[in-house]
C-alpha cells in the first residue's frame, strides 16, 4: 500500500520515513483501532456504502485482526508508518480489494482522536482500579493499627499527636480527590469524533451518533475542526496523573524518613527493599524512592504536552503525533507507582511503641492543654502563654512531657498570669490532676473531637466511611 498516493511519483526518503512512523508507539492503540473501525464498518452499511456482504467480510476480518493482536500474533511492519496503516493494509491482505472500502468517509484524523479518547478511558478505569487498591491497603492498615499514635509534624518539627488512622486517611481521601478528576475528565472526553473527517466533516450521510452510541460515547463532538486537534482531554488525564503522582511522592517521602532507624516507626518488608552493592548492613526503600523520582518525569511529561499543543493553529497538525510517548509513558508509571505503593502498604509493620515515644516528644500535647484552660475561661492568649511558660519550665528541669509536671507546676503558672480567671483556677481543687489528665497523649487525641478531627471516635467514623465507600466489610 502507497502511503503518499497519487500526488507523489516517489516515494519518502527513508531518513523521512524513519523520522515520521509511529508504529513502536501508537500499536498501544490496536485494539481501539479495530474497534473503532468495527463501528465504522457498521455506519457505513447504515448510510448504504457497504453491501450487507462487503460489512460482514470487513467485520469480520476485522475480528480476526483483533484475536491476533490479543494473542500477540501480529508483525507489525515500520515501513507501513502507523498502527492505522498497519492494521488497514492486513485486513485487506485478509479479505480482499473490499478492504479499501473502509476507509470511505474517514481520516486518520479522526481515526486517531477517536483511538486515543477510547484508550484514554479505558485507561482511566485502570488507574481508577488501582487507586481503589492502594486505597484498600490503607485503609486495611489503617483499621489493624488503627490506635497507634504517631507524632504529628508541621514545618518538619512536632506538633499535635495523631492517630496513624487518621494520618493514612489523609491519603485515602487525596486519592478520592485523584479518583474525581479522573472521572470528571472521562466524563468530558466522552465524545466521540468519528465522523469529522479530516478538518471538515464526513462528506457521507454517517449516522455519527448511532456509531458514537456502539462504541460506549456519551455523545458526538460538535465541531469537526476541534473534534481532529483536540487534545485537552491529554491534558486533564496527564495533570490529574501527575497529582497523582505527586500525592504518592508525598506518602513515599514519609515512608523513607520513616523506615530510617532514627525514626524506627515502620519496617519495609523485604520483598519491597533492596540491598547495597558495597554495604552489607543497608535495607533501601528503593520502591519508595522510585516512586518520589518517577515524579518527576510525569509532571515534565504533563509541561511537555501543554507546550506541544500551546501554538497549534487549527485543525490537525502532525506535531500531535508527538502527544502518545510521553502520554502512554506517565501512564504506566502512575500505573505501576500505583501497583508498588500498594504492595509496600499492605506488607508494612508498624513499630507502635516507638511511634508512641515520638508523639510523647516536643510536648505535643500544649495546645490540648492551653484549649482546656480556654474551656475553664481563660482567654486563649492568656491560655497560650501559661502553657508556654509551662514548655519552658519542663524543658529547663529536663522533665520530657508536660503530664510529668508536678502540681505545683501548674497551680504557679496559673498564679503568676495576669488573667484573674487563671489565678483562681491555681486555688481550684483538683486543678492539677485535671490539667495533667489533658496533657496526656490520649487526653490531647479525645479534646479533637470535630468531623475531621483526630479523636478516637471522630477518626472510627472516617474509618467506617471509607470502608462502605470502598466495599470493605
Known amino acids: 500500500m502507497r502511503l503518499w498516493g497519487g500526488r507523489f511519483g516517489d516515494g519518502p526518503d527513508s531518513r523521512m520515513a524513519d523520522f515520521t512512523r509511529s508504529i513502536e508507539v501508537d500499536a498501544e492503540l490496536a485494539l481501539d483501532d479495530l474497534a473503532g473501525s468495527i463501528a465504522h464498518v457498521r455506519g457505513l452499511a447504515r448510510a448504504g456504502l457497504l453491501t450487507a456482504e462487503e460489512a460482514e467480510a470487513l467485520e469480520r476480518g476485522l475480528a480476526s485482526l483483533r484475536d491476533d493482536v490479543v494473542g500477540g500474533a501480529i508483525v507489525w511492519d515500520p515501513s507501513l508508518e502507523d498502527v492505522h496503516m498497519n492494521l488497514e493494509t ?171 532507624p532514627r525514626f524506627g516507626f515502620v519496617r519495609v518488608a523485604d520483598a519491597f527493599s533492596t540491598g547495597s552493592s558495597m ?34 493553529p487549527l485543525a490537525y497538525q502532525r506535531d500531535l503525533q508527538e502527544d502518545k510517548p510521553a502520554f502512554f509513558a506517565a501512564i504506566r508509571t502512575l500505573d505501576t507507582s500505583l501497583a508498588v505503593m500498594t504492595g509496600l502498604i499492605a506488607t508494612l509493620v508498624i513499630n507502635r511503641e516507638r511511634m508512641r515515644e515520638a508523639a510523647e516528644e516536643g510536648y505535643t500535647t500544649a495546645t490540648a492543654l492551653a484549649d482546656a484552660l480556654v474551656r475553664r475561661g481563660v482567654p486563649f492568649r492568656a491560655a497560650h ?18 503530664a510529668g509536671l508536678p502540681d505545683e507546676a501548674f497551680h504557679a503558672a496559673l498564679d503568676g498570669s495576669d488573667d484573674p480567671v487563671a489565678r483562681k483556677l491555681a486555688h481550684e481543687r483538683g486543678i492539677a490532676a485535671s490539667l495533667r489528665a489533658a496533657a496526656t497523649v ?21 474509618l467506617a466511611a471509607a470502608k462502605a465507600r470502598l466495599g470493605i466489610e
Open 90 to 260: 492486513l485486513l485487506t491482505e485478509r479479505v480482499g480489494a473490499v478492504g479499501g472500502k473502509l476507509h470511505t468517509g474517514r481520516s486518520r484524523n479522526d481515526q486517531v482522536a477517536t483511538d486515543l479518547r477510547l484508550w484514554t478511558r479505558r485507561t482511566i478505569a485502570l488507574l481508577d482500579d488501582g487507586m481503589v487498591d492502594l486505597e484498600r491497603a490503607l485503609v486495611d492498615l489503617a483499621e489493624r493499627e488503627g490506635d497507634a499514635v504517631l507524632p504529628g509534624t508541621t514545618h518538619i518539627q512536632p506538633a499535635q499527636p495523631v492517630l496513624l488512622a487518621h494520618h493514612l486517611l489523609a491519603y485515602v481521601e487525596m486519592l478520592e480527590r485523584d479518583r474525581g478528576r479522573l472521572a470528571d475528565a472521562k466524563r468530558r472526553l466522552n465524545l466521540s469524533p468519528l465522523g469529522a473527517g479530516a478538518l471538515a466533516g464526513a462528506g457521507y450521510p454517517l449516522d455519527r451518533e448511532m456509531t458514537a452510541a456502539e462504541l460506549g460515547f456519551d455523545g458526538v463532538t460538535a465541531n469537526s475542526l476541534d473534534a481532529v486537534s483536540d487534545r485537552d482531554f491529554v491534558v486533564e488525564v496527564m495533570g490529574a496523573a501527575a497529582l497523582a503522582m505527586v500525592h504518592l511522592s508525598r506518602l513515599a517521602e514519609e515512608l523513607t524518613w520513616w523506615s530510617n
Open 279 to 312: 554495604m552489607p548492613n543497608k535495607k533501601n526503600p528503593d520502591p519508595a524512592e522510585l516512586v518520589r523520582g518517577r515524579t518527576a518525569g510525569v509532571i515534565g511529561a504533563l509541561a511537555g504536552m501543554l507546550t506541544l499543543i500551546k501554538g497549534l
Open 385 to 402: 502563654h501559661i502553657v508556654g511558660g509551662l514548655v519552658g519550665g519542663a524543658e529547663a528541669e529536663g522533665i520530657a512531657t508536660l
Open 442 to 462: 490520649e487526653g490531647s487525641l479525645a479534646s479533637a473531637d470535630v468531623i475531621g478531627g483526630t479523636a478516637p471516635t471522630r477518626v472510627a467514623q472516617a
